[in-house]
């Protein structure tokens, strides 16, 4: 649960704006809790309440959404407050160009699993790990220093652990899992080589 994939954006932006320097973006500083409050509530509290909401009225079993089924409706609900919140980052020209550049490729990312989830039980779990470390790598593309080395290893050794659990669980075979992650990972560098 700790490295479930609503909470991966969370995460990322918690590193963006406390781990790096405060040069990489020209959003001031004072107004960093408020943008990590509006992440957590759009991409993580939100999809949860609703899928409470969903099982409370019997569209879906369990909050884990153990079957391939199930996933529909919360998947759509996690991308309708993904894209507000990216649609948010975009037009709002106090935000830095970052926030809705990573917003944007997780926000497809969601997308991508709701649409394969259509036809086969892709983990989400691996696509939202995947993706992650796959934005550190963009943003360790984009920086001059080597400031996110140790986050990029650190995640390495997260997204084997997890990836592993998931495994050992039977929650996804292995194919579920590794394509999940090698999704997520190419979605995360999609904008290699694009000048920040």
């Known amino acids: 649960m700790l490295f479930h994939p609503l909470l991966i954006p969370t995460y990322l932006f918690s590193l963006l704006l406390y781990y790096l ?5 020209s959003y001031p ?34 909050i884990t959404l153990e079957a391939q089924k199930e996933r529909r409706w919360p998947l759509l609900l996690a991308a ?16 830095d160009q970052l926030f809705y550049l990573l917003m944007g490729i997780i926000t497809v990312s969601v997308y991508a699993t709701l649409f394969i ?20 790598v963009l943003l360790h593309g984009w920086l001059a ?16 652990a997890v990836l592993s659990a998931r495994l050992a669980l039977g929650a996804h075979n292995s194919k579920q899992v590794y394509t999940g992650f090698m999704l997520g990972f190419l979605l995360g560098i999609s904008l290699w080589g694009i000048p920040l």
């Open 117 to 136: 989830n259509q036809f086969w039980k892709i983990s989400a779990h691996g696509i939202g790990l995947g993706g992650g470390l796959g934005i550190l």
């Open 80 to 95: 309708s407050c993904y894209t507000v919140l990216t649609v948010v980052f975009y037009r709002m020209s106090f935000f």
């Open 145 to 160: 220093e080597a400031y996110l080395l140790y986050p990029i290893s650190l995640g390495c050794v997260i997204c084997g």
């Open 29 to 62: 500083p004072e107004g960093r809790r408020l943008i990590l409050l509006l992440v957590f509530i759009c991409t993580f509290l939100l999809p949860v309440l609703g899928t409470m909401l969903l099982q409370q009225a019997g569209v879906v079993a369990s």
């Open 21 to 25: 320097p405060p040069e990489v973006f």
